[in-house]
Nanobody
């Protein structure tokens, strides 16, 4: 599956952004993939942010974003969303959307099947 993320930008602390990720699939239907988000700040390792099972029954979030970020999907449109509220300067990073047919592997950076190209999110204090 090919992924294209968008929606990043510059926002003040306390503000909100919604990232979108459009998926293009060839072999398997988009609804058979678990999807998620990682981020990487300058000088830091890539870290897991959020993930969503193929049927939306299960969601997973990093402790640092729980209660502020929400991920969702529209299987009819092949799109994944990351709604980010109450943003903090420490949320500044390049955000990547991911997809995998395993809802376990979609949460592990070294095992994810497909990565999008990343979109920059900058939160000013």
């Amino acid at each position: 599956v090919q992924l294209q993320a968008s929606g990043g930008g510059l926002v003040q602390a306390g503000g909100s952004l919604r990232l979108s990720c459009a998926a293009s699939v060839r072999t398997f239907s988009f609804s058979s993939y678990a999807v998620g988000w990682f981020r990487q700040a300058p000088g830091k390792e890539r870290e897991f942010v959020a993930a969503l099972s193929y049927n939306e029954y299960s969601t997973w979030y990093a402790e640092s974003v729980k209660g502020r970020f929400t991920t969702s999907r529209d299987n009819a449109k092949n799109i994944v969303y990351l709604q980010m509220n109450n943003l903090k300067p420490e949320d500044t990073a390049v955000y990547f959307c991911v997809a995998d047919r395993s809802e376990v592997d979609v949460r592990v950076s070294g095992r994810v099947e497909s990565w999008g190209q990343g979109t920059q999110v900058t939160v000013s204090s």
